[in-house]
């Protein structure tokens, strides 16, 4: 249903040392690593891309990186630049759509449905009005603004900050393809036939069939498809993404419960998830499960309702909030849908609490119709405890945090945190800066080699 939509990821190019070469033009074309102390514990943070040439990667060890490319110069890091230019950046997103989600310091989804038309060239409007072709100005639209952002980017912050851009129906695919031609290229993702687009010669463009690029993927690529989830795949004798696409959804829900369905979704490239902006408010919390069968009875969906509210809760407890308002969303086999809410006295981060709520409302429901989706949300968050003075060792968690940031809102896909991103936007630029700055007894700016 959703496969009209066009959505954009847009990530800048290994972003930390691209500000710095921007700013210091005599670390341009070099390898360089900005990173903590590097005679303390630390890591490279990210690699310039003449660096990642040698193999140097973000989260690498310090020595590591130096092993493998000995003249790299490391650069202590600078998070009042950064968090500067990801602010810049994100304002340029907002030029194009008004549907602008934060996904990182330097990553963003953006949902450019409606803007399309608008940007397509005379050529395509005229032809896809004649042809009732809007396969046209879509492509042709998209295209013009991808290669505007980057216009846009060379113009506000120079040259040797560059971004690649994913196109493609849904953010999953979109998210993989910004991946896939990298430095400063667009990636345009497309399902049955590649679209016309008349005027990308000599362009850093690639029209890449979906199937063909989920093929090229290692599972672990698949974002939420972490080492255990993997080896439990070797196991059953999946070690592509091309097998886990043909693999039957009963046997994958067999092993994996009722998310099974949701990893044969990413292996094939559905998502359905919605581009999250700003004032998504209020903020809530959710877990749903589209079932691998239909269900028919209270008991049934009793079962995958506890799962799902101990889900909740976890992401509660991991965020540090309480819930106050608890909503269960039952979706039927004919696309319909029905959700009621009910107010805790007491606000929870208690899976069984959360639970039985949900379980309460779905009985007073007349059981009428099979069940093929179940969704437990929590709303009215309050944080469970006054805020900390946030301490970011860097190291171990310091490469998670760079390494896994734009996993940690997708572990299986289907469930989702909705918040105002600019907030988590600058709790992620405030953990940045404590890294960074756990390393201030060195002189500021100062090139360490
Ligand atoms: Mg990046």
Known sequence: ???????????????????????????????????????????????????????VRSGMAIHDARSRCPQIRFILGDPDKYVHISRAAIDIFHEFSDQVEIWSIDEAFLDVTGWVASHACDVCQEQSERRHRTDLVRSCGAITIAREIKQRFLNVFGPAITCSIGIAPNKRLAKAGSDFYKPDGTVFVFTDTPPTIHSIAGERVRLLRRDHMLNQLDLGDLCGIGARIESRLHSLGIATVGQLATTPVQLLVEHFGMHGATLHDMAIGNDDAAVVTEDAAPKSVGHGATLPRNLLTIDEVGAVVAELAEKVAARLRRYDFLGGTIHATLRYHRFTSHTEQKALAVSTDDGLRIGEVAMNILRRWPWTHPVRYVGIRVSGLIPARPAQASVFPHDERWQRAVRSMDCVNARYGDWTVQRGSVSLHERFLRKVAAAFRATRHLKEGRTLS
């Open 1 to 55: 249903m959703h496969d009209t939509r066009t959505i954009f990821h847009v990530d800048m190019d290994s972003f930390f040392a691209s500000v710095e070469q921007q700013a210091r033009p005599e670390l341009r074309g070099i390898p360089i690593a900005v990173s903590g102390d590097p005679k303390s514990r630390t890591v490279v943070a990210a690699a310039s891309r003449e660096a990642k040439r040698f193999g």
